[in-house]
């Protein structure tokens, strides 16, 4: 990334800093400490307490973003490019994309136990139906020219697929992601006080029960910055994989 894209980042990151301090000075609670507390906090526990937790949140969380993206990528392609295929699988779509997934959580959770099953279910419901409506519109707005195009030039299905339909999308879908990242952890936060003794999520939650505010505060600022580390994975990705733009 340039610097001058590095530079709305850290200055944010400051403004929140500085927004934070005073919250502490004026409170003057230890339900508000100090950025400069949590931050020792954070370098004393992270490897002997926070980093199994950071690893196994980090694992769920790029594991239900790889499926979401395959399963998403790959129906969203086939129903923009095959119209029969669009008109069959988009009412059921269109019917299952606004249910608030937190409603389904307890279903997934009865079907499929409190494990890592549940867990990468709950991200992957979250992320791949944004993936899918937007991957199928991408393909639906490439002007049918370029598809008769190359097939005048003898091209097959697969190459059509990679040389047009996989480029022009590819933005959209990473786009997608961006979007739908935000509400995956907070998902798997929630998911993660349940049935597990590992991730972000618990520990953040028994740190309260604890009445451990540093903890507390320092989970949270961990699992902010898990989130931040992606977004800035996916500007690279974008980057290098659509320079052309």
């Known amino acids: 990334m340039s610097k001058e894209k590095w530079q709305g980042p850290f200055y944010s990151f400051g403004l929140v800093v500085i927004l934070w301090q005073l919250a502490a000075w004026l409170v003057k609670l230890p ?13 004393q526990i992270f490897s002997k307490q926070m980093q199994i937790h950071v690893l196994y949140s980090l694992g ?9 993206v395959l399963l998403g990528v790959c129906l969203g392609f086939l129903m923009g490019y ?3 295929l669009d008109k069959l699988l988009s009412p059921l779509v269109y019917f299952t994309y606004p249910v608030p997934k937190m409603a389904l959580l307890p279903v997934v959770m009865l079907l499929f136990g409190l494990g890592e099953a549940s867990k990468l279910i709950m ?3 979250i992320i791949v139906f944004q993936i899918i409506i937007t991957a199928r519109d991408a393909v639906k707005n490439i002007p049918p020219e370029i598809f008769r195009s190359l097939q005048s030039l003898g091209a097959n299905q697969w190459q059509i697929f990679q040389e047009i339909i996989f480029p022009a999308a590819l933005p ?3 786009t997608a992601i961006r979007l739908a990242l935000g509400t995956a952890v907070s998902i798997l936060f929630f998911t993660e006080t349940f049935g597990t003794e590992y991730g972000m999520g618990y520990f953040i939650m028994d740190a309260w029960m604890r009445v451990n505010y540093l903890d507390m505060y320092a989970g949270i ?15 690279l990705a974008e980057e290098a994989l659509c320079s052309w733009r």
Not at 60 to 68: D, S, T
Not at 221 to 235: A, K, N, P, T
Request: hydrophobic share 70%; proline share 4%.
């Open 31 to 43: 339900i508000v400490p100090s950025p400069a507390a949590v931050g020792i906090n954070i370098l």
């Open 60 to 68: 769920r969380i790029l594991a239900g973003i790889v499926i979401a």
């Open 82 to 84: 095959f119209a029969r």
């Open 123 to 125: 991200i992957v419901l």
């Open 172 to 174: 959209e879908v990473l």
């Open 221 to 235: 600022v961990v699992l902010s910055f898990i989130g931040f580390c992606l977004f800035i994975v996916l500007d």
